[in-house]
DNA sequence: GTGGACACC
């Protein structure tokens, strides 16, 4: 938006009239509009409507690099309108280190390099592999407050519990510091930033500290490309980050920790160099960043749940999904698994096709599962409640808990309880949040997040304009919740688990272990249910179900056909139902085998360079102690 | 008996 301004101001018009903007909630562009500034996903959404992109003549697809998941289903897309319409242009623009795959994958088109304006930054590097990194970028941040010229300090860090951690003990040995000497020290003023801050914390960052200070930032990768801050002249990396790892086999979404890549260290050196020469202090081995870590992290569609993009792609008639042209493609397993799923929900026919049901979840910019869940509530006559779970479910956890008020904020928490179910106590918070005129103190005094509520409320209007346009009714069954708890166990019936002990579940049909969360309401009912579904598995220190809601089991044989039937029902019903379903598996096997023949024949060369990127923990054999990412037994 | 980088539709 700062640039569309910027250059609306260059040209003298009001912004949202020559030149606009369009992101997720608004929408400021008019007739007369010639230049769009847009996000990845705006432009998606846009092909699925024309899927030429009549209306434009050139897109210029700037941080290509970033690889987000859209941008790489929008490049094979675009390659296409590319080779369709002979005056449409396309202009990509990327960090010089991948610009020339980027090239290649456009058929060769010619490279321009525009040098950038940046101040050299001098790379320090750690002689030794350092073993406790929180402790090192402490130390190395005192080291230069103590002995370096002014300049702020900016250190990255993994997640909340390091930046705090690192935050605290740098604090710590700042009054040490200044009790043990007699002179007077320069102040250190020492700031947290990762995304779940609240905003006016986060403003601190960009605020000027007071004569003589020094600010030293200690952040995740949010400082790494969404917010610049100017004034940095010594960077400290840790060398490490957190990443999301879908795992198919498992349907389970995995949050750990990796080294970053060289193009990310890269990145995050440069945020030293934007006020004048700068420093940048590693806290790993030159070694270890020249032999050790990937060149470029692996791209978000090759480790990420493929749901939606299946969705995506199958609604611009791309049948089929292993021919598509993307520059990495995800290992076939995701797509594969993805397309099961799919097919599970009713989305998909036995050939592959969308059905009705298929056509009209593509509208919603949600996971498939939360569409099912939302188209089901019209069917079921609860559309006004899931609506408002699916918008809870479509942000991060509104409750709000500090480590230091942790019972207070747990209390709290618990008044919003519904016994029987996790989703509902979400409906139960927001409601209330309604009924109070959706204030923000409010949400303070009962330890929730205003920004994710507010978010909320934003995806549930956005979810109710879709509803309208597609003429459903908003039906309501309130207060019988019964119905809702059925329209989530419509769509979550492949997350069901049955009880094996106090909060601990089996998933009914991979067997696979799974936890009731301690923050979970439906330990509030004495014995916990003999049948839960679940919103997702997240594995941390075990295998925990994130947002649960207790169903009965003939519910699951009534919505779940394909994958559970009642026991006590007549043996011959069951077996010709067992055949039909055999049956079905067998096309879609049919259709998965033909799908993977083609995609080995055109797609040789390009599998061995796609494995090597695809084995993700990804580092190469004989990693030294530096490298240790977490191992996922399987 | 306790979690969770970051964007985005």
Known sequence: MSVAKRVSEEMETELGEK???????????????????????????????????????????????????????????????????????????????????????????????????TFPVTTLWSKTPVEDYVEGAVQQAMRIHITSPPGDILIFMTGQDEIEAACYVLAERMEQMVSSSKKAFPKLLILPIYSQLPADLQAKIFQR???????????????????????????????????????????MDTLQVFPVSRAAADQRAGRAGRTGPGTCCRLYTESAYLNEMLP??????????????????????????????????????NILNSMYQLWVLGALNNVGALTDLGWKMVEFPLDPPLAKMLL?????????????????????????????????????????????????????????????????????????????????????????????????????????????????????????????????????RTGMPCHLHPSSALYGMGATPEYVVYHELILTTKEYMQCATAVEPQWLAELGPMFFSVKESDKKKQKQEKTAMEEEMENLKKMQAEVERKQKQEEKEKLAKQQQQVSMPGLKKGSSTYLRPKKLDL
């Open 376 to 508: 089901m509530g019209e069917q079921l006559g609860c559309l006004k409640e899931v609506l408002t779970i699916v918008s809870m479910l479509s942000v991060p956890s509104v409750f709000f808990r500090p480590k230091d008020r942790a019972e207070e904020s747990d209390a709290a928490r618990e008044r919003f309880f519904v016994p029987e179910s996790d989703h509902l106590t979400l409906y139960n918070v927001y409601q209330q949040w309604k009924q109070h005129d959706y204030r923000g103190d409010w949400c303070n005094d009962h330890f929730l997040h205003v920004k994710g509520l507010r978010k909320a409320r934003e995806v549930r209007s956005q979810l109710l304009d879709i509803v309208k346009t597609l003429k459903i009714s908003l039906t309501t069954c309130w207060p019988d919740t019964d119905i809702v708890r059925k329209a989530i166990c419509s769509a979550y019936f492949h997350n069901a688990a049955r009880l094996k002990g106090v909060g601990e579940y089996v998933n009914c």
């Open 209 to 251: 500290a007071e004569d003589g200070a020094r600010k030293c930032i200690v952040a995740t990768n949010i400082a790494e490309t969404s917010l610049t801050v100017d004034g940095i002249l010594y960077v400290i990396d840790t060398g490490y980050g957190k990443m999301k790892v879908y795992n198919p086999r498992m349907g």
């Open 19 to 117: 030149v606009g903007y369009a992101i997720r909630f608004e929408n400021v562009t008019g007739p007369n509009t010639i230049i769009k500034y847009m996000t990845d996903g705006v432009l998606l959404r846009e092909t699925l409507k024309d899927s030429d992109l009549d209306k434009y003549r050139v897109i210029v697809m700037d941080e290509a690099h970033e690889r987000s998941l859209n941008t790489d289903v929008l490049f094979g897309i675009l390659k296409k309108v590319v080779a369709r319409r002979r005056d449409f242009k396309l202009i990509v623009t990327s960090a010089t280190l991948n610009a020339q795959k980027f090239s290649h994958f456009f058929a060769s088109v010619p490279i321009y390099h525009i040098p950038g304006r």
């Open 296 to 333: 470029s992290p692996v791209p978000e569609i090759q480790r990420t749940n493929l749901g939606i993009v299946v969705l995506l792609l199958k609604s611009l008639k791309v049948d089929n999904l292993l021919d598509f042209d993307f520059m990495d493609p995800p290992p076939q397993d």
